[in-house]
């Protein structure tokens, strides 16, 4: 795939690209790009459950309209879009591989969704997160049964992941934090270490706010688990 992302947005900047003009120093990276493929630690992720204006943004301007244009490149989203410099960001214009169109959301394959939990597969699917739904509804079926069973099998690795991931859900327009509900609290409690148990302490720190607010019998159990009094 990463091969395939490389390829397709060498060929999006020639196409797009060959009536622009741009710095000498710029040319020089945009003809280069592949080796930005290389390392994508650095790059934006979609973290917070949509993307930034771009990994890397070039000044451009067309050499007959003398119009001024911006190239953004998202190297992990295999992304790449040339824009007026204050038109707003959409995808109506951006070219990436792969896509989902907004109106017909793929179904995340259930492949993605399950163990053996690679490096690979986290990353595949935290590519197609933010565009192929894993739940038709607000019941959360598939993310919730995928979370207990990590908790189970004391992943920590994937759960920490998982947690961490915005995903879609066919019922909303936009992407939501991987839902973290009750059952999943109480999961954690069921197989929690005897001391410093890491579910617990990243559910207390990052996801406290999911508890529902009628449920004082769950924080002072998790509470009491953490090590910290209830206040």
């Known amino acids: 795939m990463r091969k395939c992302q490389r390829e397709y947005v060498e060929h999006a900047i020639r196409r797009k690209c060959r009536n622009l003009e741009l710095a000498p120093e710029d040319h020089y990276t945009l003809a280069n790009i592949h080796s930005r493929f290389s390392n994508l630690e650095s790059c934006d992720k979609g973290w917070g459950g949509c993307r930034s204006k771009g990994d890397l943004i070039l000044k451009a301007r067309d050499r007959d309209t003398s119009v001024d244009y911006k190239v953004a490149v998202w190297f992990h989203f295999g992304a790449f879009q040339v824009r007026k410099p204050n038109k707003l960001v959409t995808d109506l214009d951006l070219f990436r591989l792969p896509c989902c169109l907004p109106e017909l959301p793929a179904r995340m394959p259930n492949k993605l969704l399950g163990p053996p939990w690679t490096d690979a ?8 997160s933010l565009d192929a739904y894993i739940d038709a509804d607000d019941t959360f079926t598939r993310s919730r049964r995928i979370l207990r069973q990590v908790i189970r099998d004391r992943d920590f690795a994937t759960f920490q992941r998982l947690v ?42 990052q996801r406290w706010e999911d508890i529902p607010a009628n449920l004082l019998h769950l924080k002072d159990q998790l509470m009491s688990k953490a090590g910290t009094s209830h206040i």
């Open 121 to 128: 597969k986290l990353e595949f699917l935290q590519l197609l």
């Open 164 to 205: 961490n991931m915005h995903i879609r859900c066919q019922y909303y327009k936009y992407p939501v934090r991987w839902p973290v509900l009750p059952t999943h609290f109480q999961v954690a409690l069921k197989y929690a270490d005897e001391y410093d148990d890491p579910f617990i302490k990243l559910l207390v720190e």
